[in-house]
T-cell receptor, first 110, second 112 residues
Framework: SQTIHQWPATLVQPVGSPLSLECTVEGTSNPNLYWYRQAAGRGLQLLFY??????ISSEVPQNLSASRPQDRQFILSSKKLLLSDSGFYLC?????????FGSGTRLTVV | RKEVEQDPGPFNVPEGATVAFNCTYS??????FFWYRQDCRKEPKLLMSVYSSGNEDGRFTAQLNRASQYISLLIRDSKLSDSATYLCVVNVFSGGYNKLIFGAGTRLAVHP
């Protein structure tokens, strides 16, 4: 079965600092991978998805970028964080119709 | 208009109550439908899929009306442990891939 690993669980970063969140997948090959963000009291918003190595599509314009250097690795980055980047970031993977979420990273930009 | 709309609640109900959540979606090309449960500060977890014929899992019953683009979740005999946010989710196939579209969630608080 598919397992999604995310780290760190919580992160406090100053405005203007860089960001790198990593997501790794265990148990499956060639999954579709997704980054979602959930702002406080809001629904999950799809940020990026990837169907394979080096293939990234962005859902909304923003201050973030994503990369997939390996089949089972998905990275979310920013060069300079904004206050509005605060939120709960979730990595998800899917094989066939099953979706699995990582445990999330709670990012607070101060 | 949001792609998936839910009443945010909160629904405050006593133990043993029956509670119903509703959800509407706007994309008629939506292919599959789910209810997820999210506990405070945790990731969403799949509660159940939703089928046109309706489906039941213990105290939980889900219904889908494709014509009305409407999804429901019924919880019978509520337990304290049912307190959580319930997310209505649709799967859309677009641009060559599947993506989950989440509602903002309905919060349920079950009290003694």
């Amino acid at each position: 079965s598919q397992t999604i690993h995310q780290w760190p669980a919580t992160l406090v970063q100053p405005v203007g600092s860089p960001l790198s969140l990593e997501c790794t997948v265990e148990g499956t090959s060639n999954p579709n991978l997704y980054w979602y963000r959930q702002a406080a009291g809001r629904g999950l918003q799809l940020l990026f998805y990837s169907v394979g190595i080096g293939q990234i599509s962005s859902e909304v314009p923003q201050n973030l970028s994503a990369s997939r250097p390996q089949d089972r690795q998905f990275i979310l980055s920013s060069k300079k964080l904004l206050l509005s980047d605060s939120g709960f970031y979730l990595c998800a993977g899917t094989v066939a119709e099953g979706y699995t979420f990582g445990s999330g990273t709670r990012l607070t930009v101060v | 208009r949001k792609e998936v709309e839910q009443d945010p609640g909160p629904f405050n109900v006593p133990e043993g109550a029956t509670v119903a959540f509703n959800c509407t979606y706007s994309n008629s090309a939506s292919q599959s439908f789910f209810w997820y449960r999210q506990d405070c500060r945790k990731e969403p977890k799949l509660l159940m899929s939703v089928y046109s014929s309706g489906n039941e899992d213990g105290r939980f019953t889900a219904q889908l009306n494709r014509a009305s683009q409407y999804i429901s979740l019924l919880i019978r005999d509520s337990k304290l442990s049912d307190s959580a946010t319930y997310l209505c989710v649709v799967n859309v196939f677009s641009g060559g891939y599947n993506k989950l579209i989440f509602g903002a969630g309905t919060r349920l608080a079950v009290h003694p």
